[in-house]
């Protein structure tokens, strides 16, 4: 609106300085304005939600974290819009935010359509159901005829109509905008199961009254691979989001930790050198510094540090790490090689 | 006028002095503003798809075309998942239309029994409505939806119970279960008897006004009317050899704990979804109709009401026959805004997961990324119900204006 109303009143003239004003790349952008704005889930446990103080946890809102290190150095420089499920691709889109860290499902029409691209995948999810255990059930096969909550605006609806579908099950979907009114409908029973992506189950269990009368149903009915995103078409700044991923991934790989890199940054190891800046001009090839990658392991962890903080086995969430352990541990996060 | 004359006399001297012209100069001003503002539309068009273009999103409307692939709990018209998009929006545009035309009709009737109730003399019906208006039209609608929703709609029977009204009717967090009609052969001669008696009707009520000029007698229209719209349908559905059966909700209370209850499919289920947001629209919109109601009735001179008594009229007659009619002229305009607002408010039915219009396209929008077109679809289908419900209205307005005589 604001730049309809200018480009009307200033006139044709200065509508190519103000076009190619707005081709600058974000990464230059967030320089300019000295953080990063950053898209997150407004209320799910362990991956963003905002405490009393309006203090923010999560591993999407540490990954915010991470970007905002590698580029200033500081973990701090990053605002938090939190964002539903609907609101979200627009406002990266329209460049509300610079970048999307909202346990948002990779999907090739979001590739392709929505003019977004994925930096790769901070959780491998599925989708699942959460019933109460008192109706009898351990199979989400033996759903057929039930009604299922969920929310609007997200890939659940669509997976759970072909998984209905597939199975030749009959159910009803009722979808509602906000996670808080699908758990009071599911807790209230007007539905007899809650679906979305099994993370999002065991956070939005903790929230029932007594989570301990409903269970997670075993059957994961799709590939959820949950990433940051950002806009096309700027690849600076893609490359520095993309990065930061891999950086975090290969920093656990290296055994490097938020207390120990700094000991380490000494070591003779090669890959450490490169990692940490010493060697090699990595972090300048991308616009930043070259202790880039030290910058965040040193304000934010590596992956498995951040995992464990806030949904690992030791935290209220209780997730393993699965899939998401190291390629090199029975999991399949990998990440290419800083060299 | 002084500066128009000057303006006419100079115009054939100074090239500029045309613009003295006061109707040259309002034709002039409007010709600019009026290409000012395409300007302004084009520039918005142009730049709305040079940047869509940038960022890759693909535009257009072909994405309706598409298969939805989700699901949707009440359809007006057949639809399953693999439907397209146009059909999913369509859905919703149906639905929205349900809960707002049957708003307006509750919030009308309420709004009326209100408005009247609270000019009441007895003391404890006028303060009773008064409470109502204050306290509804305070809070805001969207803490009503969920009041309606999540507090009063929870106190009936979970999914495995029900509670049964007339021994056909049942009631359960499911929502209302009730027969559904299923119409055989010939059902159609039950139809045409409405049009029939609706024929009957008007020819009906042409003799009685006659009638009541020539002899001053009124016949008993009411029961006429209501005797034609109820027996004429009853004959033909005998005539035609019954072609209407019942298909009953069917309720089962054995079995394993997920099949108990309305099997799908069986009966009509009407969603507590439904009754929650039409409830809070209508009861919302009432308050504010009440107070249209009352200001129309005050407006009307007392005079008048005591002349009716004076002339032997009831309470009854005259408040239909003479302060209504009066009254009618200062409401129908306000009345109009709250039918407008009303429809524009059932937007909120995302919020009780009813799939209304927004509800549906926002999934839609969120699926496909085709932010731009699915906001034009909503934009035009307000617009579209907003004109057309002012135009209505206006021509209702017209036909209850003072003629002067």
Same mark, same amino acid.
């Given at each position: 609106?604001?730049?309809?109303?200018?480009?009307?009143?200033?006139?044709?003239?200065?509508?190519?300085?103000?076009?190619?004003?707005?081709?600058?790349?974000?990464?230059?952008d967030v320089k300019a304005k000295g953080f990063v704005q950053c898209g997150v889930n407004p209320s799910l446990i362990g991956f963003g939600i905002a405490d009393e103080k309006g203090e923010w946890s999560g591993i999407d809102v540490d990954f915010c974290r991470a970007v905002a290190s590698a580029i200033f150095g500081d973990a701090t420089k990053v605002k938090f819009s939190p964002l539903n499920a609907k609101e979200r691709f627009t406002a990266l889109q329209s460049k509300e935010v610079d970048l999307l860290s909202r346990n948002t499902t990779w999907t090739m029409s979001r590739d392709s359509s929505l003019g977004l691209m994925f930096a790769g995948v901070m959780y491998y999810d599925g989708q699942g159901f959460m019933v109460r255990k008192d109706l009898g059930i351990s199979s989400a096969l033996e759903l057929s005829g039930a009604t299922v909550c969920t929310q609007t605006g997200t890939t659940t609806e669509l997976n759970l109509a072909d998984y209905f579908r597939s199975h030749n099950m009959e159910y009803k979907v009722l979808a509602f905008e906000k996670n808080e009114e699908v758990l009071k409908a599911y807790e209230d029973k007007r539905c007899e199961a809650y679906t979305t992506d099994a993370s999002g189950l065991y956070a939005e269990r903790l929230k029932l009254t007594s989570p301990d009368d409903h269970m997670i149903l075993p059957e994961i009915i799709s590939k959820e691979p949950l990433g940051p995103a950002v806009r096309q078409g700027d690849d600076p700044w893609f490359t520095v989001v993309k990065w930061t991923l891999f950086a975090l991934i290969n920093a656990e790989e290296l055994g490097l930790t938020k207390q120990n890199i700094d000991e380490k940054k000494t070591a003779d190891s090669p890959e450490i050198k490169r990692f940490v800046g010493v060697e090699g001009d990595f972090g300048t090839g991308i616009g930043l510094t070259n202790d880039w990658a030290y910058k965040i392991v040193k304000n934010v962890g590596n992956y498995g540090e951040i995992f464990d903080a806030n949904i690992g086995p030791s935290t209220k969430l209780g997730i393993a790490r699965g899939l998401n352990n190291l390629w090199s541990k029975g999991g399949i996060q990998y990440a290419p090689p800083i060299r | 006028m002084k500066s128009g004359r000057s303006g006419a006399v100079?115009?054939?001297?100074?090239?500029?002095?045309?613009?003295?012209?006061?109707?040259?100069?309002?034709?002039?001003?409007?010709?600019?503003?009026?290409?000012?503002?395409?300007?302004?539309?084009w520039d918005l068009i142009q730049n709305t798809a040079h940047n869509l273009q940038r960022a890759n999103i693909a535009a257009g409307y072909g994405f309706l075309e598409r298969t939805a692939g989700f699901?949707?709990?009440?359809?007006?018209?057949?639809?399953?998942?693999?439907?397209?998009?146009g059909r999913a929006v369509l859905v919703g545009l149906l639905n929205t239309l349900l809960v707002a035309g049957l708003g307006v009709v509750l919030a009308t009737i309420l709004g009326l029994i209100v408005g009247i109730a609270r000019l009441s003399s007895n003391w404890l019906v006028a303060q009773i409505a008064t409470a109502y208006v204050e306290i509804i039209r305070n809070i805001p609608l969207l803490l009503q939806l969920f009041f309606w929703y999540f507090a009063v709609l929870r106190s009936v029977p979970g999914m495995r119970e029900k509670w049964t009204l007339f021994g056909v009717f049942h009631l359960n967090i499911g929502g209302l279960h009730a027969p559904r009609p299923v119409f055989g052969d010939g059902a159609i001669w039950i139809l045409l008897a409405f049009p029939i008696a609706l024929g009957i009707a008007v020819f009906v009520s042409h003799r009685g006004k006659q009638r009541f000029e020539r002899t001053g007698r009124r016949p008993p229209l009411g029961w006429i009317y209501a005797g034609l719209f109820v027996l004429l349908p009853i004959a033909a559905f005998f005539l035609a050899g019954r072609p209407i059966a019942l298909d009953m909700p069917q309720f089962s209370e054995t079995g394993p704990l997920l099949k108990r209850?309305?099997?799908?499919?069986?009966?009509?289920?009407?969603?507590?979804?439904?009754?929650? $947001?039409?409830?809070?629209?209508?009861? *919302?919109?009432?308050?504010?109709? /009440?107070? %249209?109601? &009352?200001?129309g009735i005050e407006a009307v001179n007392h005079g008048q009401t005591e002349a009716a008594y004076s002339i032997g009229l009831k309470r009854g007659q005259t408040l239909r026959l003479v302060v209504i009619p009066q009254a009618l002229r200062v409401i129908i305009p306000p009345l109009s805004n709250q039918y407008l607002n009303l429809t524009k408010n059932s937007s909120l039915a995302v919020a009780v997961a009813?799939?209304?219009?927004?509800?549906?396209?926002?999934?839609?929008?969120?699926?496909?990324?085709?932010?731009?077109?699915?906001?034009?679809?909503?934009?035009?289908?307000?617009?579209?119900?907003?004109? $057309?419900?002012?135009?209505?209205?206006? *021509?209702?307005?017209?036909?209850? /204006?003072? %003629?002067? &005589?």
């Open positions: 609106m604001k730049r309809f109303i200018a480009s009307a009143v200033i006139g044709a003239a200065l509508t190519a300085a103000s076009v190619s004003a707005a081709l600058a790349g974000t990464l230059d | 100079s115009a054939g001297r100074h090239p500029l002095a045309i613009f003295n012209n006061p109707t040259f100069r309002g034709v002039f001003f409007q010709l600019v503003f009026v290409a000012g503002l395409g300007w302004i539309v699901g949707i709990i009440q359809t007006m018209v057949s639809y399953s998942e693999a439907s397209s998009y209850g309305f099997k799908a499919g069986s009966g009509i289920t009407v969603i507590p979804e439904f009754f929650g $947001l039409l409830l809070a629209l209508s009861i *919302y919109t009432a308050a504010y109709i /009440a107070e %249209v109601v &009352r200001g009813y799939p209304d219009l927004v509800s549906v396209g926002g999934t839609v929008l969120n699926q496909t990324g085709q932010a731009v077109e699915m906001v034009s679809i909503w934009m035009l289908f307000y617009l579209g119900m907003s004109i $057309l419900t002012s135009l209505v209205m206006n *021509y209702w307005n017209k036909r209850v /204006a003072l %003629v002067e &005589r």
